[in-house]
């Protein structure tokens, strides 16, 4: 089956320590978003590739980067994690821009 | 303008019942609303979308009513079932553009 494949599922580092979260997806799709999810909230857009493009929220912080090195996989770089950066991270891919197809994240914990 | 109002933060119901969850929003741009679903641990999966030039959409149990001059849509669970316990977020977009304006989310809770 086609889909957004999000590895790994559970990811805990230490406060200050760089991670790196991944994306895969079997879908083609040319656009790819990292939301970051909080408990009990909506889903919040951090960034977005369409094709090669990146484009970044204006409300996310520098500690946080992407890279898609092609189109199938895109990684998400928490430079410095803080105890306020512990959430799920969620990767969604669409064909253009709707619908949008979420993988099943990776839970962030920080120590 | 840019938010998309969701009510209620919490529903119980019993099984077989309906189960409505409603979504307001400003923006006349907005043409496209999708529902998405939500398990514990899980991702967002996509339930039913809607799009302006109808007034309802059905797929198997759940509908999507769509109220453009009052600029609400709503989702209508029939006979829900316990599996159905989840929380539901609905989403409005402008075609075109990558942002989806999410609702707060509704906490569903079907009693067996």
């Known amino acids: 089956d086609a889909m957004v494949i999000q590895n790994p599922r559970y990811q805990v580092t230490q406060f200050g320590k760089p991670v790196t979260l991944s994306c895969s997806q079997t879908?083609?799709?040319?656009?790819m978003y990292w939301y970051q999810q909080k408990s009990s909230q909506a889903p919040k857009l951090l960034f977005h590739y369409y094709d090669k493009d990146f484009n970044n929220e204006a409300d996310t912080p520098d500690n946080f980067q992407s890279r898609r090195p092609n189109t199938s996989f895109c990684f998400l770089d928490i430079r410095s994690p803080g105890l306020g950066d512990a959430a799920m991270y969620l990767c969604?891919?669409?064909?253009?821009?709707?619908?949008?197809?979420f993988g099943d994240g990776t839970r962030l914990s920080i120590l | 303008q840019q938010q998309v109002k969701q009510s209620p933060q919490s529903l119980i119901v019993q099984k077989g019942g309906i189960s409505i969850i409603n979504c307001a929003y400003e923006?006349?741009?907005?043409?496209?609303f999708p529902w998405y679903q939500q398990f514990p641990g899980k991702g967002p999966a996509l339930l039913i979308a809607i799009r302006p030039d109808v007034s309802e959409k059905k797929e198997g149990r759940f509908t999507i009513s769509f109220n453009k001059s009052a600029k609400q849509f709503s989702l209508h669970i029939m006979d829900s079932q316990p599996g159905d316990s989840a929380t539901y977020f609905c989403?409005?977009?402008?075609?075109?553009?990558?942002?989806?304006?999410f609702g707060t989310g509704t906490r569903l809770k079907v009693l067996a």
């Open positions: 879908l083609n799709h040319n656009v």
């Open positions: 989403a409005a977009a402008e075609s075109g553009t990558y942002k989806y304006i």
């Open positions: 923006n006349t741009a907005f043409d496209y």
């Open positions: 969604a891919t669409s064909r253009d821009f709707q619908p949008q197809h």
